[in-house]
């Protein structure tokens, strides 16, 4: 009998000592699927300025994370929503350019992410708002046989800098985004 009650008190502890390894990181990671969209370099957006149709085109973010747009040149938009860039060039284009602008910003082609390593077809893809690891994966032609299915080693531009970060195969991946699949041990 105290052997058995032994048994359940390690037992629970081995569970509680799970609980001291939790990572509360790839539970805020799920915040990704309702934060607005951040734009980038490789975006491309659609940008309308109603009653403007001179104004209103197609426009990609360049390298520097601008873009150029007639009457006000340049625009930085990096990092900015798209409700952001709206009420900028708006702005911009009531300083003696277009009375009351109303301006509209759509993204029309997301910014690629890269899947790497263990999977049938490595390569760059095309992002869709709401992706998973599983889901970029299932894009790249899916694991091969000697993949590690548990986790995802990403790479990702944060505040200018690059940092490399696990998730769970059900966590959302971000556009600009590199998978890597690692082999697994056995």
């Not at 081995?14 to 734009?39: H, K, M, V």
């Not at 309308?48 to 930085?76: E, H, M, R, W």
Request: glycine share 8%.
């Amino acid at each position: 009998m105290r052997f058995r009650i032994l048994i359940k008190i390690v037992a629970a502890l081995a569970l509680l000592s799970g609980c001291a390894t939790y990572d509360p990181a790839l539970i805020t990671n799920s915040t990704e699927l309702t934060a607005p969209y951040r734009l980038d370099a490789g975006d491309q957006m659609r940008i309308v300025v109603f009653g403007q149709d001179n104004l209103s085109n197609t426009y990609t973010v360049d390298k520097a994370g601008a873009i150029s747009f007639p009457l006000i040149g340049s625009v930085s938009v990096r990092g900015k929503t798209p409700t952001e860039v709206e009420r900028t060039i708006a702005g911009r284009l009531q300083r003696g350019f277009v009375k009351d602008p109303n301006v509209s910003v759509e993204v029309v082609r997301y910014r690629p992410f890269f899947a790497m390593g263990e999977v049938n077809a490595a390569g760059q893809y095309s992002y869709a708002p709401g992706m998973t690891v599983q889901s970029a994966i299932a894009t790249a032609g899916g694991f091969t046989p000697r993949a590690d299915k548990r986790f995802a080693t990403v790479s990702r531009r944060t505040g200018g800098e690059v940092e490399t970060i696990t998730l769970e195969m059900t966590d959302p991946i971000r556009a600009g985004d590199t998978i890597y699949i690692q082999e697994r041990a056995f």
